[in-house]
């Protein structure tokens, strides 16, 4: 079976500093692989995803990702953080079976002024 | 297009009263997805539903938890005889289907049901 995870529930920067939140899964097969923010009482959005092709993947403010086979990591970042930022953060792969859809237990996000 | 949409925004009920909450997905997604979120923690897989084949029930938490997708679309989470531990947000996503993948999940802003 699939399974991610998110090293850190909780992380914290400094505004301006860069973001680094870590996600790695384990699946036989190439996944889709996603990242997702949740604001403080807001529903999911998604930030962005890895289908195939390029690599690296870019999504909305600012965020990216790396998909790395190799590593089997989905690390997404961020260069310079802002307020704004503070969220939950969710990881996500979808199964090489084609019907679940894995969740990692989520990243909080504090950012420091 | 129009969202994932989901009703009511906010359900408030006494323990052991039994409720239905409602989920319309993206037309054409074929994907439906229950998950129930507590206070400060993650998603909690509950039920899915892909098209025509059987739900796959693995994540519903007791047997007071049962859910249908009509025709396709429209999906009904029901709780009976609700108890307090039962207290979350319930959310709904659809999603499509690409190279025998789910493709992005898109969610509903979810029910917050209060038991008490």
């Known amino acids: 079976a699939q399974s991610v995870t998110q090293l850190g529930s909780h992380v914290s920067v400094s505004e301006g500093a860069l973001v680094l939140l870590r996600c790695n899964y384990s699946s036989s097969v190439p996944p889709y692989l996603f990242w997702y923010v949740q604001y403080p009482n807001q529903g999911l959005q998604l930030l962005l995803k890895y289908t195939t092709g390029a690599t690296l993947v870019k999504g909305i403010n600012g965020f990216e990702a790396e998909f790395k086979k190799s590593e089997t990591s989905f690390h997404l970042t961020k260069p310079s953080a802002h307020m704004s930022d503070a969220a939950e953060y969710f990881c996500a792969v979808s199964g090489n079976t084609g019907n679940q859809f894995y969740f990692g237990t989520g990243t909080s996000l504090t950012v420091i002024p | 297009g129009a969202g994932v949409s989901q009703s009511p925004s906010n359900k408030v009920t006494e323990k052991g009263k039994d409720v239905e909450l409602r989920c319309d997905p993206i037309?054409?997604?074929?994907?439906l997805y229950w998950y129930r979120q507590s206070l400060g923690q993650g998603l909690e897989f509950l039920i899915y539903f892909q098209g025509n084949s059987a739900p796959d029930k693995s994540g519903l938490p007791s047997d007071r938890f049962s859910a249908e997708r009509t025709g396709g679309s429209v999906s009904t989470l029901t709780i009976q005889r609700t108890q307090q531990e039962d207290s979350a947000v319930y959310l709904c996503a659809s999603s499509r289907m690409r190279g025998g993948l789910t493709d992005t999940q898109y969610f509903g802003p979810g029910t917050r049901l209060t038991v008490l």
């Open positions: 037309s054409g997604h074929t994907a």
